[in-house]
């Protein structure tokens, strides 16, 4: 371990001299990715110091209960040893924790799509409860929500909504979310009582910046139509409405949340070059999910990830056979324990890959 955290520290005082660099500084694109670098080595350095310092206190405690006559002083030291030990193995597990390899886009802000699935009204009107329940969870984490685009069910709820997440690590903690959300009760419009199962999809992705996804303006077909939906006098009577079809790929975003073109332009681009970067991204997760089944925020999207059943109130997370009886807290956005779970599960078998690896 030792020998790791000193060649992450000698790279974390190369990057440092890098970052003062003329050349490095120049380079806006480069400058982000190394000062980037450097803030995630940060936390590691601090703790290799820190381990470095617990060692040598040992070793000196060590020598006092060696060579001390004194009783009381050796009887000291035998107490600081202890404490001292409990310290060692306890950042021990911290540090084997950091270096796990993380996925790098885990700081990102996350693009959130929830759609509709098989069970007709009753699948929008959930894909409307999953929207609730983020909605809220978001609102208690301090984090931001941006509308990008929405088509309203046609009894309530949603066939398909589009927002954007702003907040410190938020796709780190939502992706756990990705995949089909069923759901078994009995529907507003069922009249014998009967218990349907619907289902909504959910996509969590990273949110593509520009120094991920480079587009060319020549590569855009814009074209404008009225908006729909809230907004307004001027829904309906302005051209505000933006869709862009990227032409190489054929992929086709929409933003109509915004009554100014330019805002909805920005925000759609933003989901635009967030698609494409998925492209690229989905490899890579692709990978890791044939490793670890927690990772569900791959690019299948028709895997089942959760179950919320209303007469039993129970919600079952099928990744890590986790059942929970709080169905109505969970729905009103406390996921909180459920992500926690999955994180737990996900870092339990990195570290087994890890210590396979060594």
């Known amino acids: 371990m030792l020998e790791k955290l000193e060649e992450i520290k000698n790279r974390y005082l190369e990057i440092q001299k890098e970052m003062s660099q003329p050349d490095v500084v120049s380079d806006m694109k480069r ?25 040598g206190n040992i070793d000196n405690a060590k020598n006092i209960i060696k060579t001390e006559k004194d009783e009381e002083f050796r009887n000291m030291a035998k107490d600081e040893l202890v404490t001292l030990t409990e310290e060692k193995e306890k950042l021990e597990e911290d540090i084997r924790m950091m270096l796990i390899p993380k996925d790098p886009q885990d700081n990102k802000n996350a693009v959130v799509e929830i759609r509709a699935g098989t069970g007709g009204d009753e699948a929008s009107i959930f894909a409307g409860d999953l929207y609730r329940m983020y909605s809220k969870f978001i609102e208690n984490k301090g984090w931001k929500m941006e509308p990008v685009s929405s088509t309203e069910g046609t ?7 589009v927002f954007n997440v702003i907040g410190d690590g938020a796709y780190g903690i939502m992706k756990y979310e ?17 218990v349907h199962t619907s289902a909504a999809s959910v996509a969590i992705l990273p949110e593509a910046d520009e120094f991920d996804v480079e587009i060319k303006n020549e590569d855009i077909r814009k074209d404008t139509f009225c908006s729909s939906g809230p907004g307004g006098q001027s829904v309906n009577t302005t051209y505000s409405a933006i869709r ?20 909805n332009y920005d925000k759609a681009l933003t989901v635009l070059r967030t698609r494409l970067f998925e492209r690229e991204y989905k490899k890579y997760l692709d990978e890791i999910s044939s490793k670890r089944k927690t ?9 089942k990830i959760r179950t919320y059943n209303w007469p039993q109130g129970r919600v079952t997370d099928h990744r890590i056979n986790l059942t929970l009886y709080n169905l109505q807290s969970i729905i009103d956005g406390e996921i909180q324990e459920l992500i926690e779970q ?12 890890e210590i396979g690896t060594e």
């Open 295 to 303: 990772m569900v925020s791959t690019g299948d999207r028709s895997a």
């Open 31 to 55: 400058y982000v990715k190394i000062n980037k670098d450097y803030k995630d080595l940060q936390p590691i350095v601090e703790a290799y110091y820190k381990y470095k310092n617990i060692l």
């Open 178 to 194: 990705s995949g089909v959300h069923r759901v078994q009760r009995v529907p507003k419009t069922e009249t014998q009582g009967r």
């Open 155 to 161: 009894v309530g709820g949603f066939k398909e909504i």
């Open 342 to 353: 999955l994180q737990l599960a996900e870092n339990a078998e990195k570290l087994k890959e």
């Open 244 to 263: 862009l079809t990227h032409i190489p790929s054929g992929i086709v975003v929409s933003c109509q949340d915004q009554k100014s073109q330019i805002k």
